[in-house]
């Protein structure tokens, strides 16, 4: 059992370049979630989706698109990086409430990103 | 939204020490989880516990939902306890977790 599985681990960008954050769950989990954490801070949400098809902004969208066409994937995509897009990014997977411990959220190792 | 807010934001401890990390939030929830992110930058569930008491070892988790706050208890604490400890509670949405600014802890030899 994998988990939440982000690739790459670390990039470097040039302001103006894409690229696409990849996100995979083994869970079956209907929720899938992106964050990003800057230095020294706490998490920020920048998307997350409900299940497959459906997505919605979270606090930092701006930037960023995301798309999930099957539960288990939840892309993350930069379109013309920006300096202030430097930081750690984190996709993480909750399933739907439940009860007791099956409501946690697990989050993947995290992607760290440059823009130069 | 719901505001979190933890304190204090930095600890630093000898080894062997206690300590105790607070959360306090601003509207009833239910889920409330408490995350340790390790100095490779891991995060890791420590407790889910929208309420109560849970233990796990040497560390232990209390929330009182009732007057919106939860505190973690880290006892005779090891250096491998040093990282970023973070609060996160369920959006009024039930949706997303909002997540507080952390702890970080540092326990020397």
């Known amino acids: 059992n994998a988990g939440v599985t982000q690739t790459p681990k670390f990039r470097i960008l040039k302001i103006g370049q894409s690229m696409t954050l990849q996100c995979t769950q083994d869970?079956?989990?209907?929720?899938m979630y992106w964050y990003r954490q800057d230095p020294g801070m706490g998490l920020k949400l920048i998307y997350y989706?409900?299940?497959?098809?459906?997505?919605d902004k979270g606090e930092v969208p701006n930037g960023y698109n995301v798309s999930r066409s099957t539960t288990e994937d939840f892309p993350l995509r930069l379109e013309l990086a920006a300096p202030s897009q430097t930081s750690v990014y984190f996709c993480?997977?909750?399933?739907?409430?439940?009860?007791?411990?099956?409501?946690?959220?697990?989050f993947g190792a995290g992607t760290r990103l440059s823009v130069l | 939204g719901i505001q979190v807010e933890q304190s204090p934001p930095d600890l630093i401890l000898q080894e062997g020490a206690n300590s105790t990390l607070r959360c306090n939030f601003s509207?009833?929830?239910?889920?409330l989880q408490w995350f340790h992110q390790n100095p490779w930058g891991q995060l890791i569930n420590l407790f889910y516990?929208?309420?109560g008491t849970k233990q796990n070892g040497r560390l232990s988790a209390t929330t009182v939902a009732t007057e919106r706050y939860s505190l973690l208890y880290i006892s005779s604490s090891q250096t491998t306890d040093s990282g970023v400890y973070f609060c996160?509670?369920?959006?009024?949405?039930?949706?997303?977790?909002?997540f507080g600014k952390g702890t970080t802890l540092s326990v020397s030899s």
């Open positions: 993480a997977s909750r399933p739907l409430a439940g009860t007791g411990t099956k409501n946690i959220q697990y």
């Open positions: 516990i929208p309420s």
């Open positions: 869970m079956n989990h209907n929720y």
């Open positions: 989706s409900v299940g497959a098809g459906i997505t």
């Open positions: 996160a509670v369920l959006n009024q949405a039930g949706t997303a977790l909002i």
């Open positions: 509207d009833s929830v239910n889920n």
